[in-house]
């Protein structure tokens, strides 16, 4: 058994680094996965900047996969898991007991954001194992027909992408606006059209994701480097606006754009990570002055082993393929030039694969 590991951690705001770290050990109802695949979130990004605080030798990463090193007693006891099994794990691990849990809103487990826990409250996932809590909800076995890069799709692009649809109120043929196609924006488009829209609008300004997002079923794509997009979407609707605008980028002004294109009735779907600021604006007017029956949601990616299980269906059975997105591919060693990419864009980068060794 291996005593310690190699981790990507922030060392602090502004700084990140690769360190040594002792291998976890599980709790009677925890898992030990070592990890085989991983991709670099934007919230990994915001996170070193400093958008939830400062964190010192804190392990990245929330979006990984791997095999099943080490089980807790109660685990092995159930029988549903055995070591060497390959397994995703959801970016958000509720423990499914506590008071928030038991209302319904398990992203928000023990309080507010507080299903997150992984690269938040304990070290993540960036590492050559990580430590899994309440495995027995949290472990989702991944079929043999699928790879783990597709399985790591799961953690939390398609899971936060389609809850902003799910939560839409989209109408069988209604419209939606997606207000920026990077990952999570192109999974939004994606569970549009599968929850029955009928006029997908993306808002995009950069080539390659204006392409990909016409390939995920945008049926037009506003490039608001060149025209309003508020103005374009009233246009294209024929002047009513949209049945939902999905925010996906974590922008004041995308917020607010968001308000001004939804028709009255409609919903506003965040998932956007605003990771600056003290405040978000609602534009007065186009809020009808607070009674427009439009209705704001907002949505922390939703975890889980048997969402988990239903997601990875969806790539199974052909409904979306995440495997475009990724622009890039990394070797473990070398994922500090890979997080810097990710945090400039270079080369146009959308979502980079890490593979461990």
């Not at 487990?109 to 050559?128: I, P, Q, R, T, Y």
């Not at 920026?180 to 390659?208: F, H, N, Y």
């Not at 956007?272 to 427009?292: E, K, N």
Request: with cysteine.
């Amino acid at each position: 058994m291996p005593e310690s590991m190699k981790c990507f951690v922030m060392r602090g705001i502004g700084r990140v680094g690769v360190m040594e770290k002792p291998v976890p050990r599980p709790g009677p109802f925890d898992a030990i996965v070592r990890t085989t695949a991983a991709l670099i979130c934007t919230s990994d990004t915001h996170t070193v900047a400093g958008a939830i605080g400062d964190r010192h030798d804190l392990t990245l990463g929330h979006e990984a996969v791997g095999v099943i090193h080490e089980l807790g007693a109660a685990v092995v006891e159930s029988g549903r898991f055995k070591i060497g099994q390959r397994v995703a794990v959801n970016a958000i691990t509720p423990c499914y007991a506590c008071d928030d849990c038991q209302r319904g809103f398990s992203s928000q487990c023990g309080g507010m954001l507080g299903g997150w826990k992984f690269a938040n409250v304990k070290d993540g996932n960036m590492a050559e194992y990580f430590h899994v809590n309440n495995a027995l909800a949290n472990l989702a076995p991944i079929p043999d027909d699928l790879t783990d890069e597709q399985a790591a799709y799961c953690c939390d692009m398609l899971s936060t992408g389609f809850i902003a649809a799910e939560q839409g109120n989209i109408p069988i043929g209604g419209s939606v606006a997606v207000f920026a196609q990077g990952p999570v924006g192109l999974m939004a488009t994606v569970g549009a059209r599968l929850c029955g829209a009928g006029l997908v609008i993306g808002v995009e300004s950069m080539p390659q994701r204006i392409a990909l997002a016409k390939r995920y079923g945008c049926d037009e794509v506003i490039d608001h480097t060149k025209e309003d997009a508020v103005e374009a979407i009233r246009r294209i609707t024929g002047g009513h606006g949209v049945d939902c605008a999905i925010e996906a980028l974590g922008s004041p002004g995308t917020f607010a754009a968001c308000v001004s294109a939804t028709r009255p009735g409609g919903t506003i779907s965040n998932v956007g990570y605003h990771g600056d600021g003290d405040s978000v604006p609602i534009p007065r007017l186009d809020w009808g002055v607070g009674m427009s029956d439009k209705t704001i949601r907002t949505a922390l990616c939703p975890g889980g082993g048997e969402r988990m299980a239903r997601l990875m269906r969806l790539i199974r059975t052909a409904r979306v393929d995440p495997l475009p997105m990724t622009t890039h591919r990394f070797a473990f060693k070398d994922i500090q030039r890979a997080f810097g990419m990710m945090q400039t864009k270079e080369d146009g980068m959308i979502k980079p694969l890490i593979t461990f060794g």
